[in-house]
């Protein structure tokens, strides 16, 4: 039976939508205090691995499950290879616009701009809403109407990006992208491969051993200067890489092996890259913020083998209703990711304050779970009123 391309993958919409709850709690759980070590991110130097450092991995390895499907969908749709890889470049750009404001609006804003932070963010999320909501398929004027509001988000981006100054006076800068743009360079690379090898399983397998090695050279020092470009050590592009290699076996394999066989292949293959990262310790400490060898096996492993699970879980066992609660953010995850911006400001502008009890660890934990299903929630409600993001 092979896999039809058209239908979405539910194991792969749950995967998404835990990294993405979990990403919203773990970035509310930074407000808390007294967190345990094992739930946070390792310091510069420490040889740990945090509960935290885990899930934007996940997240990238999310991403490159993703991919072949929604290549191999534009296709079956008749899309042209350079249509598709216009979309590519649409989407990349998007991310790395959204991701340079995000991680700008990070640094702080000076009051002499007339607009405080919450304000200039609540303008920032609606002006990245104009632009990339998806609006329905309707009648001429009401088109005009869609277009209309794209180029008046365009303008009030560019409005934003020119009156900002950060606490120092200094204008809009790129910093480090901020996490949006990092997901943006990395899936400009790895949708790109894929595009031109396409569906060549041999080939993505050697570009992955091509990443591990770039990150062995980074961790190593050998690529001076080069390990601050886009590409960096190559970290990111092996989760998303590993990402599309199973999703590969899944569509290229399904139907020549017991899909039993195959769960267990892939959950060797996990297994491997847990014993790997284990064995790389004798060299490397397991660092996320240096990005060491360790940390990419181990994190590789971890997503292998909870997306297993879930295959088994949701495809075969039929279980997909269990994660109800989280799917808008498996879905619509990019309203999802934005969301938390939104409640913020609001929070701030409403002068809303909790108490030091719910602030502390255990009961913040508690607080960081409510908050994480909070936004999941209005991302339900925002797309049952067609308000949601897809670029």
Not at 21 to 36: E, G
Not at 149 to 178: E, F, P
Not at 243 to 261: A, C, E
């Amino acid at each position: 039976m092979k896999t039809d391309v058209t239908k979405r993958i539910a194991s792969i919409d749950v995967f998404r939508a835990i990294t993405m709850f979990c990403m919203i709690f773990v970035n509310d759980m930074a407000s808390l205090r007294n967190v345990p070590q094992w739930l946070g991110h390792a310091e510069v130097g420490e040889d740990f691995l945090g509960f935290s450092d885990i899930v934007f991995p996940a997240f990238l390895f999310a991403i490159g499950l993703s991919i072949p499907f929604a290549i191999e969908n534009r296709m079956a749709k008749g899309e042209s290879q350079l249509k598709t890889a216009l979309h590519i470049l649409f989407r990349s750009f998007a991310l790395l616009v959204m991701g340079v404001f995000t991680v700008n609006t990070g640094v702080g804003i000076s009051r002499e701009i007339g607009l405080s932070q919450p304000v200039f963010n609540l303008l920032m999320v609606s002006a990245f809403f104009l632009i990339w909501n998806i609006y329905p398929k309707t009648k001429a004027w009401k088109q005009y109407l869609f277009t209309a509001l794209q180029i008046a988000g365009i303008a009030l981006l560019i409005y934003l990006a020119v009156i900002y100054r950060d606490r120092s006076g200094a204008i809009m800068q790129k910093h480090w992208w901020g996490i949006l743009g990092l997901i943006g360079w990395t899936y400009l690379l790895c949708a790109s491969i894929y595009l031109v090898f396409y569906k060549q399983l041999y080939v993505m397998l050697a570009t992955l051993f091509a990443f591990i090695l770039l990150n062995i050279a980074g961790a190593n020092g050998l690529l001076g200067g080069f390990s601050g470009y886009i590409i960096s050590n190559g970290t990111f592009q092996i989760f998303t890489m590993s990402g599309i290699i199973v999703s590969l076996f899944f569509s290229r394999y399904k139907s020549d092996f017991q899909i039993n066989k195959l769960l267990t292949i892939l959950a060797f293959a996990g297994v491997y890259m847990l014993l790997a990262g284990a064995i790389a310790r004798n060299w490397w400490i397991v660092c996320k913020l240096s990005e060491m060898p360790p940390w990419v096996y181990l994190c590789t492993g971890i997503s292998i083998l909870l997306y297993v699970f879930l295959y088994w879980l949701i495809e075969i066992k039929g279980k997909e209703n269990w994660f109800r609660i989280i799917k808008p953010a498996g879905t619509a995850t990019l309203t999802c990711y934005l969301t938390p911006i939104i409640v913020y400001a609001v929070f701030r502008l409403c002068n809303v304050r909790f108490p030091d009890i719910i602030r502390e660890y255990p009961l913040g934990l508690l607080k960081s779970l409510a908050f994480a299903l909070l936004v999941i929630g209005i991302t339900a409600l925002m797309g049952k009123i067609r308000i949601k993001l897809k670029i």
